[in-house]
């Protein structure tokens, strides 16, 4: 029988607690990618910030629009979650990766021990036996719609994990849908055309965990993406940097602001609004001192619903750019591609 334990890679957490002194081989990038510096300028620029407590006003919209046009992702303050929350969330998740491995056995998304499974907690799916593997360990769990939830897959412990996250979620669903809103009113479609999709549609929260790493210079903590969501809402480390955006080619730093939420477009989005806003392309690098945690909230469309240019963005003088196909293919396509360091959106373009 073939050697197939390849598809259950170490935890890397349980990697840089044994104190290895460099990376294991199939974490190792190759020459060319390690010459694309992973150390990364400062932005020549400020990140966008929007005010959503303001954003009925002609000002803001302004700034949103510029933010999704320019860079495909924005600072959000006055966003109505309370910093306290979001301490809380972050807090229990690092307890939670902090217990013992026996204990977070109990939700690993590997069944038997080697079938990948999107949630529950583990690594990222290994398609290839040559795939080169990110130095980070996550938690993925379903939480919409609710009726949805496995709560298998849920921590009971820290006690408070499940009741925390319910909250942070119902604050960041409202989040995604005043957010929604102001794009329809800017790309000037029905306000309901996003909600109609939005109707019993996926939301996913994955917390990602990034151990210090003896060379932070052979390793991606997630390697160059883009997400294949509607809208991401992202909740970051305040004190340990390591998200990187790419702009024009190059490779900026993204810093925040305390109790400041990070909100990144998707390639659904890019393909439904026909290219006008975009998906930016980001990435982890990792620490050789600290480790580093934050949580990633995406929102997806329904299942059932196609992903192709909105109809009321194109005309004789705006063709689509992008081919229409079912959200199945959608995923899968992500998928793929993920794993090859290559984006799925690419190959949409007509």
């Given amino acids: 029988m073939a050697d197939e334990s390849w598809r259950s890679p170490a935890i890397v957490q349980e990697l840089a607690a044994a104190g290895v002194e460099e990376p294991p081989s199939q974490y190792v990038l190759g020459e060319k990618d390690r010459s694309d510096e992973l150390v990364a300028a400062e932005l020549p620029e400020p990140i966008p910030v929007v005010d959503l407590s303001r954003l009925a006003g002609a000002d803001e919209v302004a700034k949103l629009r510029a933010a999704l046009q320019n860079w495909g992702f924005f600072l959000l303050t006055n966003h109505g979650v309370e910093a306290s929350l979001m301490d809380d969330v972050l807090n229990l998740a690092r307890e939670f990766f902090n217990q013992p491995i026996e204990r977070k056995r109990k939700f690993s998304n590997l069944i038997d021990g080697k079938n990948f499974q999107v949630e529950g907690y583990g690594t990222d799916r290994v398609v290839t036996q040559d795939q080169i593997l990110d ?75 990034y151990p210090p790493c003896p060379r932070p210079d052979l390793v991606f903590g997630v390697r160059p993406h883009s997400d294949g969501s509607l809208l991401t809402i992202l909740l970051v480390d305040e004190d340990v940097g390591g998200l990187q955006i790419q702009r024009d080619g190059k490779w900026y730093n993204v810093q925040v602001a305390p109790h400041t939420l990070l909100i990144n477009l998707g390639d659904t989005m890019e393909v439904l609004c026909n290219g006008i806003f975009r998906s930016p392309v980001h990435r982890v690098v990792t620490n050789a001192e600290e480790d580093r945690i934050s949580l990633a909230m995406f929102y997806s469309v329904n299942d059932e619903k196609d992903i192709g240019p909105a109809a009321g963005l194109l005309d004789e003088n705006r063709p689509a750019r992008y081919r229409k196909v079912s959200v199945g293919e959608f995923r899968a396509g992500i998928i793929g591609k993920f794993s090859r360091r290559e984006r799925y959106i690419d190959s949409l373009k007509i």
């Fill in 135 to 209: 130095w980070s360990d996550r938690l993925f769990l379903r939480v919409e719609p609710t009726e949805e939830r496995n709560l298998a897959f849920w921590p009971d412990h820290p006690e408070s994990f499940r009741d925390v996250l319910n909250e942070y979620a119902s604050g960041t669903k409202r989040i995604r849908d005043d957010i929604i809103q102001a794009m329809s009113k800017l790309l000037e479609l029905d306000e309901d055309y996003f909600f109609d999709r939005l109707n019993k549609a996926p939301a996913l929260a994955r917390f990602n965990y």
